[in-house]
């Protein structure tokens, strides 16, 4: 994927995502809720590590865990330290929320979704799901 930057003003989304129809489908939606979003799709690990850390809040990640291996603890860390939503995809995802199980701090879009859950997702983020410390 290109690494692809909307109108960098308000709330900003990074898309981690391997399935590039699934990527476009997000990344319409976000357009149409958040048309002043800053949209980032790193093409790497590295690339993906160097923007989260330049991330300010508000922020939301969506990411496919398996494209993320080994550097998912680092990564979540660093999301919850800075504030940022985390939203889970692909297989691992996928079972996580077959299972009923949930990782702290992220939200789970699980497939297959709908339009009406992507939306409804979208709607709220940035604020009230993902990452956020205890009160």
Not at 9 to 29: H, K, N, P, Q, W
Not at 58 to 69: D, H, R, S, W, Y
Request: hydrophobic share 50%.
């Amino acid at each position: 994927m290109d690494t692809m930057r909307m109108e960098p003003t308000g709330a900003a989304f990074v898309l981690y995502l391997s399935d590039r129809v699934v990527a476009a489908d997000i990344a319409e939606e976000i357009a149409l809720q958040w048309p002043c979003a800053s949209l980032l799709l790193p093409e790497g690990r590295a690339e993906f590590m160097a923007v989260i850390d330049t991330l300010r809040a508000p922020a939301t990640v969506f990411v496919e865990l398996e494209l993320l291996g080994p550097v998912w603890d680092a990564a979540q860390r660093r999301l919850v330290g800075r504030q940022s939503g985390i939203v889970l995809f692909g297989d691992t995802a996928d079972d996580l929320a077959a299972r009923g199980e949930t990782v702290a701090g992220a939200a789970i879009l699980a497939r297959p979704y709908s339009s009406a859950e992507l939306t409804a997702l979208v709607r709220a983020l940035p604020a009230g799901i993902g990452a956020r410390p205890a009160p």
